[in-house]
């Protein structure tokens, strides 16, 4: 109804009050037992009022990430993001036109006075991708952030190590032969995400520890299968001698990313080189894979193809690229390990 509002709950002795105010003026106290019961009723009252709210457009977005692949822990770093940028507590329940270009660049000014430039920078990145998503559904006739810039220069990419760094950081690795520490030797030698460690199971370790598969990850491109590196196939095919093929490859102990995080700390303390995450231990890989100069092109030569659009759309199988990277990362690395 034009004009009607709906404000509240209010405490009020061992109940919460919503009140409903008219456009002629006259108001309606409704009582709730709970908080969080006034709060449904007050939200659901408002979504109907005012048409789909801050929230509700959240949640669909969501579904929508959901049904392109994207894992649950992006989406939640999303809405962690999306929290930090638009205030849901106080804004959530608005209606969505309540999001104005002027609005946009005044939450992500607030934004920059309580986070890290690179957090800044990427909570503004997804929230042009969900004004984007919201006009093509025709929730809003543009996006409120697309004329918002990002201020401020963030620090580029993780720390890595250097390659007699990464030789030495294997070295220990393959020395203590702990689960663990093949655990960090694996993100290293394959440039696998920390996911991508601590969710194997032993099965994923196949034909003789010669591949290493990867079938859910975070987008359905990571789903892949990627050849292990001579010098790491008997630690991994130990660790998986005589187990059940859902058993937790790096063991028990391997349920979540603190773990890789934890251990790679304490193994890059051990080896004397800096201390770098896992991811940093991803971005090294592939530093040294490029620095080497591999590159698609390579294997459109050896196919006869004169673009290596060809090659890699219709003829390299997913993880083709990654394991010619490996390759040249384990060449690079292993002339100084003995």
Not at 195 to 215: A, K, M, N, P
Request: with cysteine.
């Amino acid at each position: 109804m034009e004009g009607k509002r709906i404000n509240g709950p209010y405490k009020h002795g061992d109940k919460w009050r919503l009140v409903v105010t008219y456009p002629d003026r006259s108001q309606v106290v409704e009582s709730y037992a709970t908080k969080a019961q006034a709060i449904a009723v007050r939200d659901a009252a408002r979504e109907q009022i005012e048409g789909r709210t801050v929230n509700r457009a959240l949640d669909e977005y969501e579904l929508s990430q959901r049904d392109r692949g994207l894992a649950s822990s992006s989406i939640r770093m999303q809405r962690f993001l999306f929290d930090k940028l638009l205030k849901l507590d106080e804004n959530g329940h608005r209606p969505l036109t309540w999001l104005t270009p002027k609005r946009a660049e005044d939450l992500y000014t607030a934004m920059r006075t309580c986070a890290a430039v690179a957090s800044h920078h990427v909570g503004l990145t997804i929230a042009k991708q969900w004004g984007r998503w919201l006009t093509r559904r025709g929730w809003l006739s543009s996006n409120p952030f697309a004329e918002v810039r990002p201020v401020g220069r963030a620090n580029r990419g993780k720390p890595q190590l250097r390659v007699d760094e990464s030789r030495k950081l294997i070295a220990v690795c393959l020395a203590e032969n702990t689960p663990a520490s093949i655990g960090v030797a694996t993100a290293l030698l394959l440039g696998v995400r920390s996911s991508e460690v601590w969710r194997r199971v032993c099965r994923d370790l196949d034909d003789g520890g010669r591949l290493y598969w990867i079938d859910v990850g975070k987008t359905r491109g990571s789903r892949r299968h990627l050849e292990v590196p001579e010098m790491l196939r008997p630690a991994l095919l130990a660790l998986a001698e005589g187990r059940p093929g859902d058993a937790r490859l790096f063991g028990d102990a391997a349920t979540n990313a603190k773990w890789l995080r934890h251990h790679t700390r304490r193994l890059c303390l051990k080896a004397g080189v800096p201390v770098v995450p896992p991811h940093g231990l991803r971005g090294t890989h592939t530093t040294l894979a490029r620095s080497a100069g591999v590159t698609a092109h390579v294997v459109a030569a050896q196919l006869g193809h004169s673009s290596t659009a060809t090659t890699e759309a219709h003829y390299i199988a997913p993880g083709t690229s990654q394991r010619a990277e490996q390759r040249t990362v384990l060449t690079v690395l292993a002339g100084g390990i003995t």
